[in-house]
């Protein structure tokens, strides 16, 4: 476990990460200029279909106000701003890249949240929470990165409350060896990618029940061809994160997807017996 996770560390450790961020954001004004989430779309939403699919994620989830949410693998916390800003929620991020969480702290300073929205440098492995604690639990774009699937999704379920809601939009093998690098993996080393049917079984077999279940690799596809019709690469500033090659990374990601090689998918599960009123999508 502990030369996978390194792996991980190292495919996100982004040195200087925060220095590039503030001379990417003098686009916008003075260091001491309030930054709206929306303004930082476009450099803290990297996962396929961005704020599109954090949005969608989020209505699944029945997310509102007064909530404690887990984000869990939250980058430079844009999801985590998002939702704090549109929907009044508390907002808690984990991440392993102790680089992603000082840029997110940054950010959310510059967005003026830093009551509403916090950041901690953790692994999803060993989730610094006592039991729980949270009525929702996010993560988008993570799961490939983590090989211990059922542990992960035990600490998940266990952080959340009776009735909690864990919401999980992420990569999905689909029969075929993708071509790398890709936005989480340079190599195969550390990419552990299961099969939609797979992540449903592990999921369930954690202590969680389905409530809402979508394929949303034709919402990526469509997403992607629009993108490459109207000119560069979606969200080029993303670069400055993921580093000088990240249209290599994004463009592994679009061919994968187009040929079938990756799927997309959308979900959103229930611990315990307490039910909402959630879209059945099953």
């Known amino acids: 476990m502990t030369d996978a996770l390194d ?3 190292d495919h996100y450790r982004a040195t200087g990460l925060t220095e590039r961020l503030k001379v990417a954001l003098t686009a916008f004004g003075p260091e001491d200029q309030q930054l709206t989430p929306q303004q930082l779309g476009a450099l803290d939403q990297f996962h396929t279909r961005g704020l599109a699919a954090t949005t969608e994620l989020a209505r699944l989830a029945g997310i509102t106000a007064g909530m404690s949410v887990l984000d869990v693998g939250s980058g430079i916390g844009g999801p985590a701003r998002f ?3 549109t929907y009044g929620c508390r907002v808690t991020g984990i991440d392993l890249s102790e680089p992603f969480v000082d840029a997110a702290r940054y950010l959310t300073g510059r967005t003026g949240q830093s009551e ?3 950041f901690h440098t953790a692994s999803a492995l060993e989730l610094p929470f006592e039991g729980s604690g949270f009525d929702a639990v996010l993560l988008q774009h993570v799961a490939m990165n983590i090989a211990e699937r059922a542990r992960l999704y035990r600490e998940i379920e266990r952080v959340l409350k009776p009735g909690g809601r864990f919401a999980t939009f992420d990569v999905v093998a ?5 071509y790398y690098p890709v936005p989480w993996a340079r190599t195969p080393a550390t990419s552990f990618l299961l099969t939609a049917d797979a992540t449903r079984e592990a999921i369930e077999q954690a202590g969680f029940r389905t409530l809402a279940w979508q394929d949303d690799t034709e919402a990526a596809r469509a997403w992607i061809t629009q993108s490459r019709a109207s000119g560069p690469p979606p969200s080029p ?3 400055v994160v993921m580093g000088p090659d990240f249209a290599e990374l994004f463009a592994n990601l679009a061919r994968n997807l187009l040929e079938g090689r990756l799927g997309i998918l959308t979900a959103v599960f229930e611990t315990a ?3 909402f009123n959630a879209p059945d999508n099953t």
């Open 116 to 118: 509403l929205v916090s």
């Open 174 to 178: 689909n029969g075929s060896e993708p």
């Open 83 to 85: 939702l704090a800003a």
């Open 273 to 275: 017996s307490t039910s």
């Open 7 to 9: 792996g991980v560390r």
């Open 237 to 239: 500033n993303l670069g």
